[in-house]
């Protein structure tokens, strides 16, 4: 089913954009959108949107249209996810997935990476 | 304010069933069909355990179980084990090219 590996943890002080990279291996990238899911410290998952690795089209949650920008590079396989103006809201474990066996949903997942925004 | 609606916390006792509720605000997901549920220990990345209301990913126990009446879907799991103890997320396709997860809610092995 292949695998995400996404980019070490980050710190940045509020206004400072951060991008978070999802390296794939072991499928065809361009076959499979990827998805990308965050998740505050104490909540749950919030969903922020999708990116098709073949065309370059995304579709954003509402509340992040404006602010968060999924692109890929195809010729390495990985997709990217960059918050612009980041608050300390933003502080949280981002993820990448992926719907490996169509699905509906996400059932493969990146391990993670925490983004911290503090002054 | 989720789109759709779980209980904060469940408890329950080894060898026991419990269900966790998902309730789908109508006006946020026009199409509740694909519904499916991820369960979370700390630390780690979510577990896609239920897809399109009731079925089961291979190596999936049978002892998960998904079902939904109307605008609400539950996950039921039985003969309760201790590795159970984690985090559950639902999650539904709204029907606009993009999905929704709920609040979550934790599960506790008593």
């Known amino acids: 089913q292949g695998q995400l590996v996404q980019s070490g943890a980050e710190v940045k002080k509020p206004g400072a954009s951060v991008r978070v990279s999802c390296k794939t291996s072991?499928?065809?990238?361009?076959?499979?959108?990827i998805y990308w899911v965050r998740q505050a410290p104490g909540q749950g998952l919030e969903w922020m949107g999708w990116?098709?690795?073949?065309?370059?089209?995304?579709k954003y949650a509402q509340k992040f249209q404006g602010w968060v920008t999924m692109t890929s590079d195809a010729s390495i396989n990985t997709a990217y996810m960059e918050l612009m103006r980041p608050t300390s809201d933003d502080t949280a474990i981002y993820y990448c997935?992926?719907?490996?066996?169509?699905?509906?949903?996400?059932?493969?997942w990146g391990q993670g990476t925490m983004v911290t925004v503090s002054s | 304010q989720s789109a759709l609606s779980q209980p904060a916390s469940v408890s329950g006792s080894p060898g026991q069933s419990i269900t966790i509720s998902c309730t789908a605000a109508?006006?946020?997901?026009?199409?509740?069909?694909?519904v499916s549920w991820h369960q979370q220990r700390p630390g780690e990345a979510p577990k896609l355990i239920i897809y399109?209301?009731?079925k089961r990913p291979q190596g999936v126990s049978n002892r998960f179980s998904g079902s939904k009446s109307a605008n609400t879907a539950s996950l039921t799991i039985s003969g309760l084990q201790p590795e159970d103890e984690a985090e559950y997320h639902c999650s539904s396709y709204t029907g606009r090219n993009t999905w929704v997860f709920g609040g979550g809610t934790i599960l506790t092995v008593l």
């Open positions: 990116i098709n690795p073949r065309s370059g089209a995304t």
């Open positions: 399109d209301v009731f």
């Open positions: 072991g499928y065809t990238f361009t076959d499979y959108y």
């Open positions: 109508t006006s946020d997901v026009d199409d509740y069909t694909f």
């Open positions: 997935a992926r719907d490996a066996c169509r699905c509906h949903s996400f059932n493969v």
